[in-house]
T-cell receptor, first 115, second 113 residues
Framework: DTEVTQTPKHLVMGMTNKKSLKCEQHMGHRAMYWYKQKAKKPPELMFVYSYEKLSINESVPSRFSPECPNSSLLNLHLHALQPEDSALYLC??????????????FGDGTRLSIL | AQSVTQPDIHITVSEGASLELRCNYSYGATPYLFWYVQSPGQGLQLLLKYFSGDTLVQGIKGFEAEFKRSQSSFNLRKPSVHWSDAAEYFCAVGAGTASKLTFGTGTRLQVTL
């Protein structure tokens, strides 16, 4: 059982739709991450939040908009996505971002398909 | 910048046989090293990690890994593979003060009965 919960598990949307992905953790972690993973590839970092503040944006297109309402929740708002955005979106959390020695705990992801 | 190489894209082993998955890293100082496993349709699960100290680290599910600084390697081993170990395995390195993990390209493990 994963301690990082992502909803929904699957999402199909058109290119003009607006939708949101949700991630929740109750481990008291203060760093949260969004990754994108294409088939047969490793995860690619998109965003890092540390203490509810955006600390890293890996030059992600503005059609992806992250939000961290509190220390347990992380959202990814989607708008006007392209077919190439179809992928598995993974959320992760770690105790804090004070160094890369913090193991990241991953959710099971949201499988996103853009029509 | 750090990098990770997993030379084997796909490995097939028989159930009960031993397993070694290779991982080589590139980083100027002592890296933080991780092995993750991903089953189909699921997220990544942390198998084990190395930060410092004993170079042989034990993880979950009977896995272990050995850090060899002279070879810049962090190979994953298991003495006897089970069919349920079939999955994708990722080696990753974290370095510096950023919260970035650099992943290898992964090794797909197939287990034959």
């Amino acid at each position: 059982d994963t301690e990082v919960t992502q909803t929904p598990k699957h999402l199909v949307m058109g290119m003009t739709n607006k939708k949101s992905l949700k991630c929740e953790q109750h481990m008291g972690h203060r760093a949260m991450y969004w990754y994108k993973q294409k088939a047969k590839k490793p995860p690619e970092l998109m965003f890092v939040y540390s203490y509810e503040k955006l600390s890293i944006n890996e030059s992600v297109p503005s059609r992806f908009s992250p939000e961290c309402p509190n220390s347990s929740l992380l959202n990814l708002h989607l708008h006007a996505l392209q077919p190439e955005d179809s992928a598995l979106y993974l959320c992760a959390s770690s105790q804090d971002r004070a160094g890369s020695n913090q193991p990241q705990h991953f959710g099971d992801g949201t499988r996103l398909s853009i029509l | 910048a750090q990098s990770v190489t997993q030379p084997d894209i796909h490995i097939t082993v028989s159930e009960g046989a031993s397993l070694e998955l290779r991982c080589n890293y590139s980083y100027g100082a002592t890296p933080y090293l991780f092995w993750y496993v991903q089953s189909p349709g699921q997220g990544l699960q942390l198998l084990l990690k190395y930060f410092s100290g004993d170079t042989l680290v034990q993880g979950i599910k009977g896995f272990e890994a050995e850090f060899k600084r002279s070879q810049s390697s962090f190979n994953l081993r298991k003495p006897s593979v089970h069919w349920s170990d079939a999955a994708e395995y990722f080696c990753a390195v974290g370095a510096g003060t950023a919260s970035k993990l650099t992943f290898g390209t992964g090794t797909r493990l197939q287990v034959t009965l």
